[in-house]
T-cell receptor, first 110, second 114 residues
Framework: GENVEQHPSTLSVQEGDSAVIKCTYS??????FPWYKQELGKRPQLIID?????GEKKDQRIAVTLNKTAKHFSLHITETQPEDSAVYFC?????????FGTGTQLKVEL | DAGVIQSPRHEVTEMGQEVTLRCKPI?????LFWYRQTMMRGLELLIY????????DSGMPEDRFSAKMPNASFSTLKIQPSEPRDSAVYFC????????????FGEGSWLTVV
């Protein structure tokens, strides 16, 4: 089955700095790559996604890049704010289900 | 729409007892997923349904776990008998169509087995 590795497991940045989270996957058939944000005690919620026919997608302060050849994709958050503090999960999809990475605990410090 | 609705939100039960978790997907969604979240194993897909039919249950840990979807608006995940290692947050999620459309999660059911 699909294997998704996510790094780093924890990330601490100063407010205003950028944060980058990276994921690698194994299944070349994967064609959908969403990112979810989970605040403490809450449900995971989709923040951005990208499909395999696109190399980059941006939505305000967040962006995702995809390198299908190397089988990796990354989440970029610029101008981080305290409310960005949460656990971020990458996922890959091919067919009917998603496989999630292990999560990154992002802490934005004042 | 109220989103994916799960119950109970929190449950504490004794080892050996039966636990039933319930889920109402978003109206019109044809895929329903059950995930389990723990610190050690992250988010694991247990089983998913398409049009009320179980498609892949390879993530169900063992025979103590079972899931049903008797109609398009209701699903259950049952653990019998429960064990302390089943303590986790169980999320139900739903989507419309194949992967590539957003999967929406419920609030989760926080299960503690003592």
């Amino acid at each position: 089955g699909e294997n998704v590795e996510q790094h780093p497991s924890t990330l601490s940045v100063q407010e205003g700095d950028s944060a980058v989270i990276k994921c690698t996957y194994s299944d070349s058939a994967s064609n959908y790559f969403p990112w979810y944000k989970q605040e403490l005690g809450k449900r995971p919620q989709l923040i951005i996604d990208i499909r395999s026919n696109v190399g980059e997608k941006k939505d305000q302060r967040i962006a995702v890049t995809l390198n299908k050849t190397a089988k990796h994709f990354s989440l970029h958050i610029t101008e981080t704010q305290p409310e960005d503090s949460a656990v971020y999960f990458c996922a890959t999809g091919g067919g009917n289900k998603l496989t999630f990475g292990t999560g990154t605990q992002l802490k934005v410090e004042l | 729409d109220a989103g994916v609705i799960q119950s109970p939100r929190h449950e504490v039960t004794e080892m050996g007892q039966e636990v039933t978790l319930r889920c109402k997907p978003i109206s019109g969604h044809d895929y329903l997923f059950w995930y389990r979240q723990t610190m050690m194993r992250g988010l694991e897909l247990l089983i998913y349904f398409n049009n009320n039919v179980p498609i892949d249950d390879s993530g169900m840990p063992e025979d103590r776990f079972s899931a049903k979807m008797p109609n398009a608006s209701f699903s259950t995940l049952k653990i019998q008998p429960s064990e302390p290692r089943d303590s986790a947050v169980y999320f139900c999620a739903s989507s419309f169509g194949r992967v590539g459309n957003t999967i929406y999660f419920g609030e989760g059911s926080w299960l503690t087995v003592v």
